[in-house]
């Protein structure tokens, strides 16, 4: 784990979030505070539990982005669930112990890119080695008379030769055969699974049934070029050590895993609700256990969820999150409001962020050899547009750019391929021209913003 500080983390948030100042000192704590746990003794480790966040805000002001780009810097094992696809056992939908089958997942391709990193090196000079193999075999084992050639010099001549063909890279477009195993695929099983499918499996049965049919292997004619990465994969699985790398992402995924739980404010159930509502209060119940701390079993093993950080968040236009179990509330002691996006976010979300919108853009026509150059007037128009919209309809954040840029640009998009390159410069004038109608036309914007 990256040892991040606070500021830095909030540094790093600040080049692709725009605002939301609280939210991003709040995560930066929580993830600094894992840190910290690391350094301390086992035992006192022990006692130190995550301090979980609960985010409120309306759609597309930033929740998900920060959560996403959090666990980015730090490397750790993430992931981003819908609470509301989640429907209490019993119910037919996927159980909330998936989630963190999925978080292992996530931790497993970690750990395993890692590794591969590792024994890169030594899975390269496999590889050299078992081309030179293909290319230059072995000599059958013969009895020669005084005065001939050994076959076995003769050999080791002429691998070096290719050896040194190859490090030049003269051999890429010779063919060789290569071996290339294939599992054989186990059908699903009904009852394998629970209620959420194969999914929600204790036990790797799957596995272990494609462990017991035979493997189907096919021979490949391949230019060294292609063979290389097909043996490359096939090195590196052989160096690494499936068992450890089940137990290093296990390790991970509960100590530094972040669960991203979208959509909390969805498993509230109306009062006096019958239904659907009966598996949201279940979904709830089911979810105390995840978060307060159980051990759910995966098929690498099992997984303390004790010191797994919980994002939440919320819309809570409907509810409000005191309607929440009031055991799951106290376990997101932080709690955070994200404001509403002002015409002046707008601004800056167009371009202060590195991957900005209008970089974008600038960046997609380019291929196009057509440049376009927004100016202060124009990028002033468009967050005017987002801002009113925003007001006068749902409002939905910063996702309504997405749509008014593409309105915007969609003439210059279809057109740029016959346009033999050129500069087209995006004023205000131009925004209003394209943007405007479907502004003040209520049935119209609804229809395309």
């Known amino acids: 784990m990256r040892d991040l500080t606070p500021k830095q983390i909030v540094e790093e948030l600040d080049r692709h979030i725009v605002g939301q100042a609280d939210a991003k000192r709040a995560v930066a704590v929580a993830v600094r505070n894992r840190w910290r746990r690391q350094q301390l003794d086992d035992e006192l480790r022990k006692e130190v539990s995550p301090k979980n966040i609960l985010l409120i805000g309306p759609t597309g002001v930033g929740k998900t982005e920060i959560s996403r780009r959090l666990a980015t810097l730090t490397g ?56 030179l193999d293909l290319l230059v075999p072995a000599p059958a084992s013969i009895d020669v008379g ?56 204790d036990i790797d049965l799957q596995g272990m049934i494609e462990k017991m049919l035979p493997k189907q292997v096919n021979r490949r004619e391949l230019p060294v070029s292609e063979a290389r990465e097909v043996l490359f994969e096939q090195a590196c699985e052989s160096l690494i050590n499936a068992e450890q790398v089940n137990a290093k992402a296990i390790e991970l995924a509960q100590d530094l895993g972040i669960v991203f739980l979208d959509e909390i404010d969805k498993v509230v159930a109306t009062e006096g609700g019958k239904g659907a509502d009966v598996s949201r209060q279940g979904v709830q119940r089911d979810l105390l256990p995840i978060v307060e701390g159980t051990t759910v079993q995966t098929r690498y093993g099992y997984v303390k969820t004790d010191h797994i950080l919980f994002v939440a968040a919320g819309a809570f236009h409907k509810v409000s999150p005191s309607d929440l179990m009031p055991e799951l509330q106290g376990r997101f002691p932080i709690r955070v409001e994200l404001s509403d996006l002002t015409k002046e976010d707008f601004v800056r979300i167009l371009t202060e962020p590195k991957g900005s919108l209008t970089k974008q853009y600038q960046a997609l026509l380019g291929t196009e050899r057509v440049e376009i150059e927004f100016d202060d007037s124009a990028i002033e128009a468009l967050a005017e547009y987002a801002f009113e919209v925003n007001q006068s309809m749902q409002n939905i954040g910063a996702r309504r750019l997405n749509t008014m840029m593409e309105r915007l640009l969609d003439e210059l998009s279809y057109e740029a391929p016959e346009m033999n390159g050129g500069r087209v410069p995006i004023n205000a004038a131009y925004v209003k021209e394209r943007l405007e109608a479907v502004t003040k036309d209520e049935d119209l914007s609804r229809y395309i913003l």
Not at 105 to 115: F, H, K, P, Y
Not at 147 to 156: F, I, L, N
Not at 166 to 180: Q, Y
């Open 76 to 131: 750790a094992p993430f992931i981003k669930v819908e609470a509301s696809k989640y429907t209490e056992v019993g119910y037919y939908g996927r159980d909330v112990e998936s989630m963190i089958r999925d978080l292992v997942e996530n931790a497993i391709g970690l750990v395993r890119t890692s590794e591969k990193e590792r024994v890169e090196e030594e899975a390269h000079r496999k590889v050299d080695e078992r081309i």
């Open 146 to 201: 005084p005065g001939a050639d050994d076959p076995a010099e003769s050999h080791k001549r002429t691998r070096e030769k290719m050896r040194a063909m190859l490090v030049g890279g003269e051999l890429e477009d010779r063919k060789v055969e290569i071996t290339v195993e294939r599992k054989a695929q186990a059908m699903m099983i009904p009852g394998m699974g629970g209620p959420g499918g194969g999914d929600s499996m």
